[in-house]
């Protein structure tokens, strides 16, 4: 069992920017794909942004540019740089790490882009 629990979430004026974190348990997570989510109010949840247990990464094109996604497996977390964000990048965000046939999914962190 994993549990994930993220953090970083919070509101801040359009062009500003958050780091989020994600912290994994376990002692395995350096084997995990980790990835973003996000799900704004009445929309299905997408995909953000993910990275390999190898570090390859990819990104949903609204966010290529401008986001990051990393990881240190030392400190079993994962991180979501977000800069330059946009009215329309408000929505929970979520963690999710998958290793076949097991997926795990955290809480969720808000974050809210307004002037």
């Known amino acids: 069992q994993v549990q994930l629990v993220e953090s970083g979430g919070g509101l801040v004026q359009p062009g500003g920017s958050l780091r989020l974190s994600c912290v994994a348990s376990?002692?395995?997570?350096?084997?995990?794909?980790m990835s973003w989510y996000r799900q704004a109010p009445g929309k299905e949840r997408e995909l953000v942004a993910g990275?390999?247990?190898?570090?390859?990464?990819n990104y949903v094109d609204s966010v290529k540019g401008r986001f990051t996604i990393s990881r240190d497996n030392r400190k079993n977390t994962v991180y979501l740089q977000m800069n330059s964000l946009k009215l329309e990048d408000t929505a929970v965000y979520y963690c999710?790490?998958?290793?076949?046939?097991?997926?795990?999914w955290g809480a969720g962190t808000q974050v809210t882009v307004s002037s």
């Open positions: 376990g002692r395995t997570f350096s084997s995990y794909a």
């Open positions: 999710r790490a998958v290793y076949s046939p097991w997926n795990y």
């Open positions: 990275i390999t247990n190898t570090g390859s990464t």
